[in-house]
């Protein structure tokens, strides 16, 4: 695995023949994130360093009891878990 300060490249991403660096590149510099989905993923697309199109799909892994702690308190909110982890790291970021 190769490791950023934000991003963790696992080895099954690079086995579709995309480097660790196409695939930074992709994500910082997106030309559409998707993050609506009901899971604690982010979708994103932008062209490669070569200039071919990536879809790069990022999740954040959590032990289970701390899913299960999420999942309970999106259904509470009626909302996504994606936006509980958002307003979570607010909060956080703004201490």
Do not use: F, W
């Not at 799909?57 to 982890?85: C, F, G, Q």
């Amino acid at each position: 695995m190769l490791y950023d300060t934000l991003l963790e490249v696992r080895d099954s991403a690079l086995k579709h023949g995309c480097s660790a660096d196409d695939i930074r590149h992709a994500i910082t510099n997106a030309l559409a994130i998707y993050d609506d989905l009901d899971d604690p993923y982010v979708l994103y697309l932008d062209p490669d360093t070569a200039g071919t199109l990536l879809e790069v799909l990022t999740a954040v892994r959590l032990p289970p009891e701390v899913r299960r702690a999420l999942d309970d308190r999106a259904a509470e909110e009626h909302t996504s878990t994606s936006e509980v982890i958002r307003r979570a790291l607010e909060q956080y970021l703004a201490s």
